[in-house]
């Protein structure tokens, strides 16, 4: 009989493809080492295995035992079962598994959206009306512009509130972008049931248009970039059209100017196709803003005293100048952007902790590898090359020591978005060289992102078995829904712990990968943000393209 699942066995709730890598963590000791796949359907034993030793995991506080089915390769929907423990909970295994999910992280986005009704239609249970219709906000003295106000429409919320940040819509833009560049097909128009489906343009890249219309208009005149528009303190746990505080123009940096300058040059190749006049639009943007930076390089933003709400403030703007000319290089072809870049200096190794300070960096060299820019014989492309493939190894050295496989072994805010932004990596790394390890990489983070990891859930919500319900994020609070906005991924383990005064609670002594609670206050843990999505789709997207 086919039970609750038991979090103690941690298996990717989604599942897996027929031909790739299957393995689960035991948690708990097992009174004999025999496991089965089990149908679910007609309830027989399709597969049994042994467990493996015991590996000792002082990161999770744990004793696993790993058990490794992948040799069966049967499509259907099993649970994995173990005497003592009972079964795990359900999985599929198919050639297109991950698809729902993927979709799933897209179609999260357009329930971020500001400034509409979220109609029955497309959103569900989910409806609501319109909030932060933002078509008259006011300059705040940081932006540096006399009193007035501008329009500054659409986009997403960030997160779980309701701002709306340069930085980072611009730096997941680019994210999101990859993937389309890489596999335009991924997502075709029609898949996602949003307003725009049945236009003839591709679902994808019309939810991305929406972010990036707000931001082209956060350009000011002189090409710089207001850093965010933002109310001076976080709402209240209320519905967008109850959360209704002033909103302002804050600041202006050249960190936000060079993320939107090299978003731009990007969305220029993305939208070249099927909206030239809007893709030029975004070129000259681009090109304003980066003059902007080369006459203000140094302007570092940090909160005004009477702005409270997140700041994305970031002392080095060296991975944002390098992100930046990158994508002008690859745009305009120009060598002059190439030229400002040190290539021999880059700096190879992914750090967990540094995703929109640093990680765009990677983006860059990203976009150069894959663009054609340089002939493949070019000493930069070699270099660039070989520095990234250097970057996956070490990656796959780190996780081979690590029971759930996941390349990371420290634990920041959003330490989820570390591990698909690691995977981002190792997927760059599979089309450079098509070796079954680096895929293998890429396939054994999602699993940890849905449901193998020590605390058993999928971090997807509505996506899995067992998978949060209490995510920081005001709509899901306020909305007397039971199950929060689907498609959002929760930030993940963080063993800083920066939330125990808001009302959260950890367990005592909570190991670093445990560190993560699915409780409402938990914001360092728990709430969902669009950089964290982003890689989400990205990995998902990668795995769909290469399932058979
Ligand atoms: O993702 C950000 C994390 O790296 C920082 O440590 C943290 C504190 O500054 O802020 C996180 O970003 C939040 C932003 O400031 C406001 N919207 C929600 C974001 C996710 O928690």
């Not at 030029?280 to 702005?307: G, M, Q, T």
């Not at 540094?354 to 493949?376: A, C, I, K, Q």
Request: with cysteine; proline share 7%.
């Amino acid at each position: 009989i086919i039970g609750p699942g038991s979090s103690d066995i941690r298996i990717n709730q989604i599942g897996y493809y027929p031909n790739g890598i299957k393995k689960a963590v035991i948690a708990v000791e097992p009174t004999t080492l025999e496991f089965a796949l089990v149908d679910s359907g007609s309830k027989r034993t399709v597969y049994q295995g042994q467990l493996s030793e015991v590996f000792d995991w002082p990161l999770a506080n744990e004793q696993v035992r790993i058990a490794d089915f992948t040799e069966f390769q049967d499509p259907g929907e099993y649970v994995l079962y173990i005497p003592n423990l009972g079964n795990s909970h359900p999985f599929e295994i198919r050639s297109d598994v991950l698809n729902p999910v993927l979709e799933g992280s897209v179609k999260g986005l357009y329930f971020q959206r500001t400034g509409m009704a979220l109609d029955e239609k497309h959103a569900g249970k989910w409806h609501r009306p319109a909030g932060h219709p933002d078509s008259l906000v006011a300059f705040h003295p940081s932006s540096g512009k006399q009193p007035g106000t501008i329009a500054s429409p659409k986009g997403w919320y960030d997160a779980g509130d309701y701002n709306k940040y340069i930085i980072n819509a611009t730096f997941p833009l680019g994210q999101w972008f990859r993937l389309y560049e890489e596999y335009p097909e991924t997502i075709p128009d029609d898949a996602l049931n949003i307003p725009e489906s049945g236009n003839g343009v591709s679902d994808y890249l019309d939810e991305l248009k929406y972010e990036l219309d707000w931001a082209l208009t956060m350009q000011d005149e002189d090409g710089g970039l207001f850093h965010k528009l933002t109310t001076k303190n976080f709402e209240g746990m209320v519905m967008p059209h109850q959360a209704t505080a002033e909103r302002f123009i804050v600041g202006k940096s050249t960190a936000a100017t060079l993320d939107f300058a090299a978003c731009t040059a990007q969305a220029y190749r993305v939208y070249q196709d099927i909206n030239p006049e809007y893709a030029k639009a975004c070129l000259d943007a681009s090109l304003k803003a980066y003059r902007w930076a080369r006459e203000n390089p140094e302007v570092l933003f940090s909160n005004p005293e009477d702005v409270h709400t997140g700041e994305y403030g970031d002392n080095d703007v060296a991975d944002e100048w390098f992100w930046a000319n990158a994508e002008l290089f690859v745009s305009t072809g120009d060598s002059a952007f190439l030229e400002q870049m040190d290539l021999e200096a880059f700096d190879f190794e992914f750090r967990p902790g540094e995703s929109w300070t640093g990680f765009m960096r990677f983006l860059g060299v990203f976009s150069m590898l894959d663009s054609g820019s340089f002939e493949t014989s070019d000493s930069n492309y070699q270099h660039l090359r070989a520095g990234l493939l250097g970057s996956a190894d070490e990656l796959l050295r780190r996780s081979g020591q690590l029971p759930y496989f996941q390349p990371i072994d420290d634990f920041h805010w959003g330490s989820n978005s570390d591990v698909l932004n690691a995977a981002m990596i190792l997927a760059q790394a599979y089309q450079l060289d098509p070796d079954p390890k680096y895929l293998q990489g890429v396939r054994q983070a999602a699993d940890y992102i849905l449901g193998n990891n020590p605390v058993g859930y999928s971090y997807v919500t509505g996506f899995g078995d067992r998978t949060p319900l209490f995510i920081h994020h005001r709509q899901s609070a306020a909305d007397s829904i039971p199950e929060p906005v689907p498609g959002l991924l929760s930030g993940g383990p963080n063993s800083r712990l920066q939330d125990t005064t808001n009302g959260t609670v950890y367990p005592e002594n909570v190991a670093p990968m445990k560190a993560w609670v699915d409780q409402e206050p938990s914001y360092a843990s728990n709430e969902i943000c669009l950089n964290w999505n982003a890689p989400l789709t990205y990995i998902l997207g990668f795995l769909e393209n290469q399932a058979d």
